[in-house]
């Protein structure tokens, strides 16, 4: 009986005391403005452009977002400055998508208020990042007619899909992951607007802090591949074979594996990576095309392939010898057997003194349903 | 049969009680606290687990001496009354500060995650209302609250699937890639988060086979073990190792890696679900407390729990800074070292005794 009395009194002690308590501001939903993307353009140093998107919920405005942009040096002061001139409360807990101009990126600036918003607890860790060509508030504020309202054309884009796999389909975690991770090196998905759309054309690759190169797509599947991702966007080769002159073809690849071995010594750095595809021939331009019904046809252009796509390999290799920076984490089957800190620095030696062996083994499941 | 009415636990009941008062909010935060060996942490819970094992040992033993009494009561036994009495007295002290830095710790988890813009005195004070009503209800209803906990937690294991898609395992390479010094570092920052198992002493007189205490009670470490063992590894294939020493509650990230169509954050389901594992420990300690109380007072009372969880809320309310605050929280975890070689000394004092009376 005691025990129910006491219980009660706590009770209403506490619902009484409650009215005590200062009243908290608490902002209804309709009043709050939730960004959606956020846009970074490099002024100096110091100084960067934010431009943030926000949907529009009301029926009588005439567009479907809100564009903000403000003259700032911090990522937060800016916010303030927004919220200063918007009707509502700007909060990011709903953000899904950063873009950052080449140049920030290339000036390490995009990096850090990456990090900043990478500390924001209200920020969640699965916010896309990529690099525009240009101007990144252009591409928010751009026109586009026939497509959805900016935030969700953009993170639709962004998210990987198997077409554009190619696509790095790089989040918070993935950045701050390879930033702070001393074998591998960020790559981020880089984008450009056309009239009326917004294309994905390459990946930016960093050293360290700092955006260093764009590359191709071609090169961005290299990395895909090699990194052991189990499906990978369609294959475009274009070959020029001695015998049978220019030839054109598209892999459907349907399944790809990786093995990567390290010799393990620091001195002398040599890889040798076995790299096993199988995929359909979507589609065939060339001299052999008559043949391809026959099985030995099928097996000699596997083979051309294998040759092709290692020659492929071996320069792309190279060229990331030359630049001294390592997207792909080829370091750690190095770091694996290092004992001790591995720094940055030993990255970069592996990577200029690596010698590989490449090997492909490229498997041509079907060519289709006519004979 | 007067004697066998306490005797309620069975040894499932064992095996979820160790279990589950093992896991609080130390899990939650154990990457973190063992990264000073970076990647090698993996293997460290399986260090404690062995470390648990052997310390539990003593603690059976000397209960296992005193087949009817709690710690408290051999301590009066086997120190004398006084001494005894004093001796449980501070164990009230350090009891309420370790219930206060338990809730302490997931209430302020609970405000930076789930409830931002509210205060929290409110959900701490039903937090406690709910806590009372579980320890009145008796150490049975404390294991099978464990049980139900545990069954209604384990599904948060699910959410790890992306984190190990996406993870690398060759991060777990090399082996013992550590110093002295680290591991000495990550070993006195981690072992805290598997404490709860010393409260075998206080519920030793409830278990009916009392024989197979010592087999139930390591199967309930081992269990939890396994779960430290796979939130270490899959936190060690997912992160960098800045990520590892730098990130708050990394295990709540590693819930957020997936992406489910009906849900954003998944973070804020594994911190609410939590709360059954912080109520769950939090019980265990303040039915030991009540115990402790009870035998100090040599009375039961059902209001006891009543006003050590009083205690625990002045704690938490003192108006002091949250950095002294929060070392005071740290260092009373020291103190629980002291508990678990704590049957060490009574053993020796015990055999001591046992000699004099020859």
New interface residues.
């Given amino acids: 009986m005691t025990g129910k009395y006491v219980v009660s009194v706590i009770v209403l002690v506490a619902i009484s005391l409650a009215g005590c308590s200062q009243k908290e501001q608490k902002v209804p939903l309709e009043d709050v403005g939730l960004v959606g993307s956020l846009s970074l353009d490099y002024i100096d140093e110091d100084q960067m452009k934010l431009t943030v998107a926000i949907p529009q919920y009301s029926k009588e405005a005439k567009k479907q977002t809100q564009i903000y942009s403000v003259v700032t040096e911090l990522m937060s002061e800016g916010m303030v400055e927004i919220e200063k001139n918007s009707h509502k409360k700007v909060i990011l807990n709903q953000l899904r998508v950063v873009l950052v101009d080449e140049e920030s990126a290339r000036s390490g600036q995009a990096t850090k208020v990456i990090r900043s918003l990478y500390r924001n607890a209200e920020v969640a860790n699965k916010v896309l990042v990529a690099v525009v060509k240009g101007n990144a508030e252009e591409i928010l504020r751009a026109e586009y007619p026939d497509k959805p309202a900016i935030n969700f054309y953009l993170s639709d884009l962004l998210q990987a899909k198997m077409n554009t796999a190619f696509n790095p389909n790089t989040n918070f975690h993935d950045f701050m992951y390879t930033q702070t991770n001393p074998v591998i090196d960020t790559i981020m998905p880089s984008i450009e607007g056309k009239d009326g759309l917004i294309e994905l054309n390459g990946v930016a690759l960093f050293d360290e802090e700092k955006m260093i190169k764009i590359l191709s797509p071609q090169d961005a599947l290299i990395i895909q591949a090699l990194q052991g991702r189990k499906k990978i966007a369609p294959l475009y080769l274009s070959m020029n074979h001695e015998s049978y002159g220019k030839e054109i073809l598209l892999l459907d690849l349907i399944h790809s594996k990786v093995k990567i071995k390290s010799n393990k010594n620091f001195e002398s750095p040599k890889v040798s990576i076995t790299l096993k595809v199988s995929g359909t021939l979507a589609e065939y331009k060339g001299a052999r095309e008559r043949d391809l019904d026959k099985k030995e046809a099928i097996v000699k252009l596997e083979k051309d392939i294998d040759a092709e796509i290692k020659r492929d390999i071996g320069k792309f290799l190279e060229k990331l010898k030359e630049l001294k920076v390592d997207p792909i984490g080829l370091s750690e089957n190095f770091r694996m057997y290092y004992n001790g800190k591995w720094t940055t620095e030993q990255t970069k030696e592996i990577i200029s003194k690596l010698e590989w062996d490449v090997s492909v083994e490229v498997t041509i499941i079907s060519t289709g349903t006519l004979k | 049969m007067n004697t066998d009415k306490r005797k309620v636990l069975n040894g499932y009941h064992v095996v979820f009680l160790a279990q589950n008062l093992i896991i609080g909010t130390g899990l939650l935060s154990l990457p973190q606290k063992i990264s000073a060996v ?1 990647y090698s942490q993996w293997m460290l819970p399986i260090v404690f687990g062995i470390m648990a094992t052997i310390t539990l040992w003593p603690m059976i033993w000397i209960n296992s001496k005193y087949p009817q009494e709690n710690l408290f009561s051999i301590n009066e036994k086997v120190l004398g009354k006084w001494m005894g009495k004093i001796v449980n007295s501070l164990f009230i002290v350090y009891f309420v500060f370790i219930l206060a830095s338990l809730i302490d710790n997931y209430m302020l988890l609970m405000q ?2 789930a409830l ?4 929290i ?2 959900p701490i ?2 937090f406690l ?1 709910v806590l ?1 009503y579980i320890v ?1 209800g008796g150490i049975k209803s404390i294991a099978r609250f464990c049980i139900m906990s545990f069954f209604l937690t384990i599904l948060l294991l699910f959410f790890l699937r992306w984190s190990i898609e996406k993870g ?1 395992l ?1 991060h777990i ?2 082996l013992f ?1 550590f110093n002295w010094t680290e591991l000495e570092g990550a070993m006195r920052k981690g072992f805290m988060s598997i404490l709860g198992y010393e409260l075998i002493m206080v519920y030793f007189p409830y278990i009916i086979s009392q024989k197979k205490a010592f087999k139930h009670t390591v199967i309930g470490v081992w269990i939890s073990i396994t779960i430290y063992f796979i939130t270490t590894l899959v936190s060690v294939m997912y ?5 590892l020493k730098h990130i708050d509650y990394s295990v709540l ?1 590693l819930l ?2 997936g ?1 489910l169509s009906f849900v ?2 998944i973070d804020v389901l594994g911190v609410t679900l939590w709360i059954f594992l912080v109520l769950s420990t939090t019980a265990g300690y303040l039915w030991a407390s009540k115990k402790s109380l009870e035998s100090l007072l040599s009375k039961s009372k ?2 006891h729990s ?1 006003i050590l969880v009083a205690a625990v809320f002045l704690v938490m309310m003192i108006p002091i800074e949250r950095e002294y605050k929060e070392k005071l929280f740290e260092n009373i975890f020291y103190v629980s070292f002291l508990m678990i070689l704590w049957p060490l000394f009574l053993i020796v004092v015990h055999l001591i005794k046992k000699k004099q009376v020859r």
């Fill in positions: 970076g930076t995650t931002a813009e509210h205060s005195t409110l004070v039903f209302l009372v009145n690398e060759s390479f090399p890639n992160y960098s190792e800045w990520q990230n957020k890696a992406n954003e954050r059902h209001y009543y």
